[in-house]
């Protein structure tokens, strides 16, 4: 079971934007008095924090569900309680009561709520079978928490996070102003302001694929001043690939052995030194910003150790086209609450007559409660099942025959995709985004100089996605992910030397 007990991490509440506007507006529908709720959340836990993942809100009817109290001004109803708390013990939830009080920007418990805490709450973490148990209480722009853990403990939480077509932070009381760090951001920083600057600098965005798309995310995250990647690749440079990563040298290809002129050997062994995909990338990165934190993994995104570095991340960006790293993507969005976006390019080509029939890049930005791309249709079924059996065999014969490999690419066909997806994790992240900004997926055609825009459907029924008692939302570290199973798995970290050591 999961042990709670570290005092010193913080506590966050992250929260999908559609379900922080069902609450906003029953909390404070313009008649200036007090309302109920409860959110139900998973848990993800890492070294420094732990955090609540909102999963389901339950709004209380005024005067039925939400009744005048004994003590307080109002409370809510014993009945509407106990079967929330029900749940929460036997589905692994933390149960959060929450009420508004007046006020705008800053908010804090009264001595009246404090009070009902600590005589209900005690018996609250018994019914939840250990998990810990909250309340919340907001003002418009405004939210302080208590966390409650077994043996009496109890934890102020630090923030709510809203996550999905906007982001917001909300705290109890208005942070203080920050001052522009460095000269180099002057310009941008005119743009979303110094606040922007430095929440861009906080956040820690992951990369899985690294070679023409994930190569230019990476230099235009580092430009940008993010400060911390993890970022995911297997591969090493090849002569045929330097077109399209950004700052390669054929140095990095060692292009004086993998020439065509050298003995197959020769190639063999260039193609084993090479210097791996996500090394380039964070040389780039930190000649863009050398303060950066880049957390570098040469091998499989699939394997269960890699996936999970990618859970406490604010943002991913899927550059990695195989059915199994989309299924896995759209999960840890879904379990995790984690915004996401999948980027590619695409040249289709006639088999039989080696005729180009289609070109498209695509932006498909993936978020918790938007629809995903399983019930798009965008994870292929069969697919999926041939990358499941034969993924070993591929792996070893990729440099010769793999399709993907040969499949005509261009560096400017990823750049349009990229620059839109980095576009929009900018203005998300800083707060420009239009909170009512369309969430579609979009699809650029050079050749006719087309631009499509597909709406994403939502399945209420999706596993992934949807509100169903089985779906994988919001359930965090409770809920295994769809990673590939392998019997003993070294997680590696890629060293300048590019040679794979265990952690
Ligand atoms: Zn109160
Ligand atoms: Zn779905």
Redesign the pocket.
Known sequence: MADFSSMKRRYRLIVPDDLYRRLDHHLFPGDHD?HGAVIVAGIAESKSEVRLLARELFLAADGIDYVPGKR??RMLKAGFIADRIAMCGTERLVYLAI???GGCDSVQ??S??LRSHQRGYPALLDIARGMPVGAL?FAENAVAGSIWLSGDRQIELSEIVVVGRSRRRLTAAPTRQVSLSSPVYDRQARLFGDLGQAILGRAKVGIIGLGGAGSLIAEYLGRLGVGSFVLVDPDRAELSNLPRLTGASRWDALGWLASEKSPKWLQQIAFRLAKPKVLMARRNILRANPSAKVETIIGDFLEADIAARFTDCDYLFLAADTARARLLFNAIVHQYLIPGVQVGAKVQVDRKTGEVTDVFSVVRPVTPESGCLLCNGLINAAKLQEESISEQERRGQRYVDDPDVIAPSVITLNAVAVSHATDDFLFYMTGLRDPNAPTSFMRFHPRGRQVWSDEPRKSPSCPECGQGPRSRLARGDARRLPVIERTKVKTAEATESGIRLPA
Request: charged share 25%; net charge negative.
């Open positions: 007090e307080g001004y009420h508004n009080h418990f009264s009246d709520d209480v």
